[in-house]
C-alpha cells in the first residue's frame, strides 16, 4: 500500500521520448481511449447498427473528433482558465503546445462538458451531409462506446496529476505534494465509464426507440458526475459556487439530467423518432 499511497513519487509521466520529443502516458491513454471508443462502436455495429457500415462509423468518428477536440478545448478556455479575455486577444495561444520558454508541454486543459457540445454539434452536421443513416441507432452506437473509452481517459487524468481529489484519510490515498488525497480520476472512470457502460449495456434489450440510448447516457454520465465531485477538488480558480459543496463539475452537469429526462419524455409523448 505504502508504493501505492506514494505511486506520483515512484512513477514517470514521460512514457518514452521520440527525436526528443516526450510522449507521455496521458496523450496515451487518450489515443487508447479513441481506439477503445471505435472498436467498441464498430462491434456494436454488427448487433445493433442495422443498415449502418463500417465505413459510415468511420467517417462519422472523423466528424465528432473534431467537434470534441475543439469543443473540450474552448470550453475550458472560457469557462474554466482565469483569464479567458486573455485568449480572445490571443487566439493562437488556445492551441499552442509550447509555453513561454519554447519547451513541448502540449495542449493542457480540456472540459468534458465542452466535449459534450462539440460532439452534438459535430453529430447534427453529420445528420445534415448524411441523412439516410439512421441517426437514433448511430447514436445508440455512441452511447454504447463513449463509456469505455472514458474509461481510458480518466486514468490518463490519474497519470498525469490531474483533476485531483479532495484530501482525505482513507488507506488507499494518494500523496500530492505532502497531502493525502482521493485518486477521485479512478473513481470517476468507475462511476462515469464502467458503471456507465454496464448500465447501457444491460438496458440496449430494453430500449423503447432507437436513440433512447444516448439519452440514458446523457442521463447517468450526468448523474455520476454530480455524485464523484463530491470527492474531487474543485478547480483553484473557480472553488466552489454555493454552499462549500457546489462545483461547477455539478452545475455543469445538471442540465445534461435534465436535458435527458425531457428529450426521452418528449419523444415518448409525441412518438417522434431521432
Same mark, same amino acid.
Given at each position: 500500500?505504502? /508504493?501505492?499511497?506514494?505511486?506520483?513519487?515512484? /512513477?514517470?509521466?514521460?512514457?518514452?521520448?521520440?527525436?526528443?520529443?516526450?510522449?507521455?502516458?496521458?496523450?496515451?491513454?487518450?489515443?487508447?481511449?479513441?481506439?477503445?471508443?471505435?472498436?467498441?462502436?464498430?462491434?456494436?455495429?454488427?448487433?445493433?447498427?442495422?443498415?449502418?457500415?463500417?465505413?459510415?462509423?468511420?467517417?462519422?468518428?472523423?466528424?465528432?473528433?473534431?467537434?470534441?477536440?475543439?469543443?473540450?478545448?474552448? /470550453?475550458?478556455?472560457?469557462?474554466?482558465?482565469?483569464?479567458?479575455?486573455?485568449?480572445?486577444?490571443?487566439?493562437?495561444?488556445?492551441?499552442?503546445?509550447?509555453?513561454?520558454?519554447?519547451?513541448?508541454?502540449?495542449?493542457?486543459?480540456?472540459?468534458?462538458?465542452?466535449?459534450?457540445?462539440?460532439?452534438?454539434?459535430?453529430?447534427?452536421?453529420?445528420?445534415?451531409?448524411?441523412?439516410?443513416?439512421?441517426?437514433?441507432?448511430?447514436?445508440?452506437?455512441?452511447?454504447?462506446?463513449?463509456?469505455?473509452?472514458?474509461?481510458?481517459?480518466?486514468?490518463?487524468?490519474?497519470?498525469?496529476?490531474?483533476?485531483?481529489?479532495?484530501?482525505?484519510?482513507?488507506?488507499?490515498?494518494?500523496?500530492?505534494?505532502?497531502?493525502?488525497?482521493?485518486?477521485?480520476?479512478?473513481?470517476?472512470?468507475?462511476?462515469?465509464?464502467?458503471?456507465?457502460?454496464?448500465?447501457?449495456?444491460?438496458?440496449?434489450?430494453?430500449?423503447? /426507440?432507437?436513440?433512447?440510448?444516448?439519452?440514458?447516457?446523457?442521463?447517468?454520465?450526468?448523474?455520476?458526475?454530480?455524485?464523484?465531485?463530491?470527492?474531487?477538488?474543485?478547480?483553484?480558480?473557480?472553488?466552489?459556487?454555493?454552499?462549500?459543496?457546489?462545483?461547477?463539475?455539478?452545475?455543469?452537469?445538471?442540465?445534461?439530467?435534465?436535458?435527458?429526462?425531457?428529450?426521452?419524455?418528449?419523444?415518448?409523448?409525441?412518438?417522434?423518432?431521432?
Amino acid at each position: 500500500m505504502e /508504493f501505492w499511497n506514494n505511486i506520483y513519487t515512484n /512513477f514517470d509521466p514521460v512514457a518514452f521520448k521520440v527525436l526528443g520529443f516526450s510522449v507521455h502516458w496521458y496523450g496515451m491513454m487518450y489515443v487508447l481511449a479513441l481506439l477503445s471508443a471505435l472498436y467498441v462502436g464498430k462491434q456494436s455495429l454488427e448487433k445493433y447498427g442495422g443498415s449502418i457500415t463500417s465505413d459510415q462509423i468511420g467517417d462519422y468518428f472523423i466528424y465528432i473528433e473534431i467537434g470534441i477536440i475543439l469543443g473540450a478545448r474552448l /470550453f475550458y478556455v472560457f469557462f474554466y482558465t482565469e483569464d479567458p479575455l486573455y485568449y480572445l486577444g490571443h487566439p493562437w495561444q488556445i492551441f499552442n503546445p509550447f509555453d513561454q520558454n519554447g519547451d513541448f508541454v502540449g495542449i493542457r486543459g480540456m472540459s468534458y462538458h465542452g466535449a459534450v457540445i462539440g460532439w452534438f454539434l459535430g453529430s447534427m452536421y453529420y445528420n445534415k451531409k448524411h441523412p439516410t443513416v439512421p441517426f437514433g441507432k448511430l447514436m445508440d452506437i455512441v452511447a454504447i462506446a463513449v463509456p469505455a473509452g472514458f474509461v481510458f481517459g480518466r486514468i490518463g487524468n490519474f497519470l498525469n496529476k490531474e483533476l485531483l481529489g479532495k484530501a482525505t484519510e482513507v488507506p488507499w490515498g494518494i500523496y500530492v505534494d505532502g497531502v493525502l488525497r482521493h485518486p477521485s480520476q479512478l473513481y470517476e472512470a468507475f462511476l462515469e465509464g464502467i458503471l456507465v457502460f454496464i448500465v447501457i449495456y444491460i438496458y440496449r434489450n430494453f430500449k423503447r /426507440f432507437d436513440g433512447e440510448l444516448i439519452l440514458l447516457y446523457g442521463f447517468m454520465y450526468g448523474s455520476m458526475r454530480f455524485v464523484a465531485e463530491f470527492w474531487r477538488q474543485p478547480d483553484v480558480q473557480i472553488g466552489y459556487l454555493c454552499c462549500d459543496w457546489f462545483t461547477q463539475g455539478q452545475l455543469l452537469s445538471l442540465p445534461m439530467i435534465i436535458a435527458a429526462i425531457g428529450i426521452r419524455w418528449w419523444l415518448i409523448k409525441t412518438k417522434k423518432v431521432l
